[in-house]
């Protein structure tokens, strides 16, 4: 509400990006609705596939109000959408907050009033560039040759001059300042391999065994999971045929030593086309919010609840497509057919990278869930809840594939996770009290009926990393 006038809540994503319908955008299109505000639709169609939502667009985006366009052929979906991506302007109903999407420039003009900027000079129009404006005293001048001189690139540090380079300064960075209170931590290892090439004798010494033996584990991983099939290019016939690439990570323990080495296979989703390989309306999946952990938690200790926590093997993996996707064979495992045509592999189950990996992940393991008497919350799908005929209860807070739950017998904990491995592989060390949940310590004390969250470690690690020894005696004295 601005001076009397209902107006739209603030959306902070760009034109094109669908953005979550809270109640207070469900309320707003009713608002809308009912007294017959004006509205502009996007133009030209922004739906470039032939489907049947853009033929309807074509028919109401010329309407005026959204009971117009209704009374042209839209569907009361086919308003959300649009309204969901940004695709309808509410004229003089647009949020005055800061960050709205809409452009406080279009949007004065479009009421009939002036920006304040404008009115004391501090932006000119360029009369030669429809979209260049000046925030200076020479209209010749542009922002973004202001901006320009404000950062030369030759003063940039080499470790910033390329995304490649900069992700893996600032991993290796961090890893010292989480660490810099371990004695075990090697400092003097390389980056992680950001290519395949990287992997190889001449780049990383002795490592590269283990990279390769990291690649080697990942694909017979793929392989017991039957995620997917060789086949001869042509079977593409003409479809989609995604990259992939290696994306390799040490894993370390509580002191900084490494005891694992990790290679994930990665699909190019970014690549991905609308319809082709993907439904966009079904790439979305939930993950429990901070507050649901925490309501979790609380009525966990209030019902004096036993807490566990599993993870799921290779998740991804494990979840079935509904799609055809066919992917380049990964570096380093190229092959060919018998008469020489490369190969290719078909996708079965899901694998990281793709834009609907989660959501086929998320509906295996609620479905999985469901089926054996689970039923969600209202308020998080991600918070289910099971009560036997004998009274035991048992409660499940999801987060992609970190499992915990909580159980009113110890017996129950076994049984549930043995129900769960009919479905998903489970590493035998799973399945202990909680410890550990999403890099916060938890503890449980079930004669007190207490659980307790911290972030101890993490936070003295940070400490103990960038300030000194004077301010480090300040703070314990504080």
């Known amino acids: 509400m601005h001076d009397g006038v209902t107006l739209r809540p603030l ?25 017959d505000l004006p509205v502009v639709f996007l133009e030209p169609c ?14 109401y985006m010329v309407a005026n109000t959204l009971r117009e366009a209704l ?29 709205h999407v809409f452009m406080a420039n279009d949007l004065a003009s479009e009421c009939g009033y002036s920006h304040i900027f404008h009115d004391y000079g501090f932006v000119r129009h360029d009369p030669r560039d429809a979209k260049a404006y000046t925030m ?28 490649v380079n900069a992700n893996q300064w600032a991993e290796y960075e961090f890893a010292k300042v989480l660490n810099a209170s371990s004695l075990k931590i090697d400092f003097n290892l390389p980056p992680e391999p950001f290519h395949n090439r990287d992997t190889l004798p001449e780049k990383c010494g002795e490592e590269s065994v283990k990279w390769k033996e990291a690649m080697d584990e990942e694909m017979a991983s793929m ?29 370390t323990d509580k002191d900084g030593s490494v005891y694992r080495y990790r290679a994930r296979l990665v699909a190019q989703g970014y690549r991905q086309k609308e319809w082709d390989s993907f439904n966009p309306d079904e790439i979305s999946s939930p993950v429990a919010h901070k507050e649901t952990l925490r309501l979790f938690l609380s009525t966990a200790a209030g019902l004096n609840l036993r807490i566990y926590s599993a993870d799921v093997k290779a998740a991804f993996l494990q979840s ?40 086929s992940f998320w509906e295996a393991i609620s479905s999985h869930l469901y089926s054996i008497g689970f039923k969600s919350t209202m308020g998080d799908p991600c918070l289910m809840k099971r009560v036997d005929d004998d009274g035991g209860m048992v409660l499940v807070c999801l987060y992609v594939d970190d499992i915990t739950y909580a159980v009113s017998r110890d017996d129950l ?58 301010e480090l005696v300040k703070a314990y004295a504080a």
């Open 11 to 35: 959306r902070l994503m760009p034109v094109g990006k669908k953005v979550t319908m809270r109640e207070a955008d469900k309320q707003f299109l009713k608002y809308a609705l009912l007294h």
């Open 46 to 59: 922004p739906k470039k596939r032939l489907t049947p939502s853009r033929d309807r667009y074509l028919m």
């Open 71 to 99: 009374d042209l052929g839209a569907y009361m979906e086919d308003i959300k959408w649009d309204y969901a991506h940004g695709f309808i302007k509410f004229p003089t109903h647009e949020s005055v907050l800061p960050g």
């Open 136 to 163: 200076s005293a020479d209209p010749h001048v542009s922002f973004n040759d202001i901006i320009a001189e404000l950062f030369p690139k030759e003063d940039i540090v080499p470790e910033l001059r390329s995304r």
């Open 223 to 251: 392989s017991s999971f039957g995620v997917y099939q060789r086949a001869p290019v042509s079977v593409a016939n003409g479809r989609q045929i995604l990259g992939c690439r290696w994306v390799y990570k040490r894993k």
């Open 320 to 359: 079935p497509l509904m799609e055809k996707i066919y992917l380049k064979a990964p570096p380093g495992y190229e092959s060919k057919t018998s008469t020489g045509e490369d190969e290719i592999l078909e996708l079965h189950q899901a694998i990281y990278g793709l834009k609907q990996s989660s959501a």
């Open 413 to 470: 904990a076994d049984k549930f996770l043995a129900e769960l491995r009919e479905r998903f592989v489970i590493d035998e060390g799973e399945g202990k009290p909680i410890e550990y949940l999403l890099g916060i310590a938890i503890h449980q004390n079930m004669f007190e009926g207490t659980v307790h969250m911290n972030m101890e470690m993490a936070i003295t690690k940070l400490c103990m990393s960038i300030l000194t020894k004077e």
